[in-house]
């Protein structure tokens, strides 16, 4: 069964940083892209980043230049680097990937940016 949990998440100030976490079981991790979306306040789930298995990535463009994606194949876990982070940037955090014909997403974690 797959499971994605995410984690580090938090209060920070306008300018800080958070490194998010997403540990994953029951997929063949290396193999997957990977994502991270997000949910900001009163706005639909939006995408942020991915991976590829090869370690390509891409970013949206509200995050370009402060966020980087990267990924761990020996642990099984993608991680989120979040630098000079905002106000606006406050919501949920989630990872994703797809596979055997469905999205599969985590719980989701929460990142709030004070002014």
């Known amino acids: 069964q797959v499971h994605l949990r995410e984690s580090g998440g938090g209060l920070v100030q306008a300018g800080g940083s958070l490194r998010l976490a997403c540990a994953t079981s029951?997929?063949?991790?290396?193999?997957?892209?990977m994502n991270w979306a997000r949910q900001l306040p009163g706005k639909q789930r939006e995408l942020v980043a991915n991976?590829?298995?090869?370690?390509?990535?891409n970013y949206a463009d509200s995050v370009k230049g402060r966020f980087t994606i990267s990924r761990d194949n020996i642990r099984n876990t993608l991680y989120l680097q979040m630098d000079s982070l905002r106000p606006e940037d406050t919501g949920v955090y989630y990872c994703?990937?797809?596979?055997?014909?469905?999205?599969?997403w985590g719980q989701g974690t929460q990142v709030t940016v004070s002014s």
């Open positions: 994703n990937t797809f596979l055997r014909g469905r999205n599969f």
């Open positions: 029951g997929i063949m991790f290396r193999i997957n892209t």
């Open positions: 991976i590829t298995s090869g370690r390509v990535a």
